[in-house]
């Protein structure tokens, strides 16, 4: 089966009022897409649904072809991982430990880790690239570099599906394409990837798919990266206002 994300006549919003309605939508499986909205139009809250943190006012939401509301938080968490806008704290955890963690929320830091635990782990700091510094503590490292292992922990769940809110946000010019770098190579290696961000051209431009929120029609745009740039359908991320989606510069003037 290819899909990877799929919704269906979704509903999403907080105390039972409706942020974003009627969402229809399909993702395939390696593919990278790019939520992008204004401030308040919903996107956190789009996200953390999809991801199964927030219940949605109405529809459903399928997970690799597993309905989310039939199956557990447990089976839940072997289907995505998350990567949050939040500084990462764990100071006292090296990067290795920091991944064996979110490799298994029970394992034993003094040696608890099977043979295909350590593996894995192993593997994912490898893809990431940040194998050189996997005994560092996590409070010696730059912002950037911390990302890097945030990413690499939700690697190390094995989850076909990983979803970042901001994953670029305390990040400076070049740890951004970095990271974006990055994400595009896990796409390309089979990984289904969500983000949202503010950082729209080097997202854009790695992106397989485009979900624009639209505040002010409360709706949810989604298409392939060229088909909503020829369209203009990123001009309703910033409805109502005098900013505009540039295309030769892809980002927003």
Avoid: W
Avoid at 36 to 47: E, M
Avoid at 128 to 138: C, E, K, P
């Amino acid at each position: 089966m290819d899909e990877a994300l799929k919704c269906n006549n979704l509903t999403v919003g907080y105390d039972g009022k409706p942020v974003l309605t009627d969402i229809d939508f399909e993702l395939t499986r390696g593919t990278l897409a790019v939520l992008i909205g204004a401030n308040g139009s919903g996107k956190s809250t789009l996200l953390r649904t999809l991801a199964g943190l927030q219940a949605p006012i109405a529809g459903n939401i399928m997970l690799c072809g597993s309905d989310i509301d039939n199956v557990s938080r447990r089976q839940v968490s072997r289907l995505r991982a998350i990567v949050s806008t939040s500084r990462t704290g764990g100071g006292a955890l090296t990067v290795e430990e920091t991944l064996a963690v979110g490799r298994n929320e029970s394992i034993s830091l003094f040696g608890g880790m099977s043979a295909n635990d350590k593996e894995v782990v192993a593997k994912a700091m490898e893809d990431v690239g940040i194998s050189s510094f996997a005994h560092r503590y996590l409070a010696t490292l730059s912002d950037g570099e911390r990302q890097k292992v945030m990413i690499a922990r939700a690697l190390a769940q094995d989850t076909p599906l990983i979803f970042l809110d901001e994953p670029t946000a305390f990040l400076d010019v070049a740890a951004r394409i970095e990271t974006m770098d990055l994400l595009r190579r896990l796409a390309m290696s089979g990984k289904s990837i969500v983000l949202s961000t503010h950082d729209i051209a080097p997202a854009v431009s790695r992106a397989d798919y485009i979900i624009v929120a639209d505040k002010s029609r409360k709706r949810v745009i989604v298409g392939n990266r060229d088909e909503m740039i020829a369209s203009g359908a990123l001009d309703a991320a910033f409805d109502g206002s005098a900013v505009k989606f540039d295309a030769s510069l892809l980002d927003y003037r």
